[in-house]
Structure formats: C-alpha cells, structure tokens
Nanobody, 127 residues
C-alpha cells in the first residue's frame, strides 16, 4: 500500500507563492510516478502536475505551466508542488496521488491511472 498525506495549503494573495508537500509511506514510493490534482467546489477533479519515479520527467497542465513546479525527494518519501504567481482560479483542494503501477515510463495525467490518494489540502487565493 501507499499512504499519502498533504500539507502546506492555506490562504495567499494573488501573485504570491505557496509550497505543498506530500508525505508518503510505503517502500514502493520511489518507483511510482507521483501527481498533483485539484478540485474546486462543484467541479471535476483535474490534473495539475506529475513527475516520474526517478524525477527525470514531468508533465504539467497548460493552466499552470511556467508557474508551478513539481519535484520529489525519494530519500524523504516526499513530493512537492511549488506554486508561484498564484491566481484566484487556482483556488481548490489539492490532492497528491500515486501511480497504480511502478516504473512507468510515460508520465500519466489521467485520474484513472492513479490508485492512491491523499486527503487533500485547501488552497485559497484571494484577489
């Protein structure tokens, strides 16, 4: 099993920055693609960013390219999402997710490809 716990959410002004963390348990963490998704009220959960098991490849939603950076530290069993130039439309609950399989070469961006999810952390961006 893979267990995930997000932290770092909060209230920030537009244009500001925030860094989310996802602490993982399970020995397979270092061999799985990790992703970030977000869900605004009454909207579908959408893909934000993902990083391959070795950190060599990343994938970003068009809406966050150039502003968000995903990274991971396998030694600390942690994945991060650095969010800069935040906009009010970034307001959502952010979820950390782990790939259903190990050592995938393609950095997937579909909810169905992820089998493990954290509880989510709220990010609110004020104008």
């Amino acid at each position: 099993q893979v267990q995930l716990v997000e932290s770092g959410g909060g209230l920030v002004q537009a244009g500001g920055s925030l860094r989310l963390s996802c602490a993982a348990s399970g020995r397979t963490f270092g061999s799985r693609t990790m992703g970030w998704f977000r869900q605004a009220p009454e909207k579908e959960r959408e893909f934000v960013a993902a990083i391959s098991w070795n950190g060599g490849n990343t994938n970003y939603a068009d809406s966050v390219k150039g502003r968000f950076t995903i990274s991971r530290d396998n030694a600390k069993n942690t994945v991060y999402l650095q969010m800069n130039s935040l906009k009010p439309e970034d307001t959502a609950v952010y979820y950390c997710a782990a790939d259903a399989i190990s050592h995938r070469t393609v950095v997937v961006a579909t909810r169905g490809d992820y089998a493990y999810w954290g509880q989510g952390t709220q990010v609110t961006v004020s104008s």
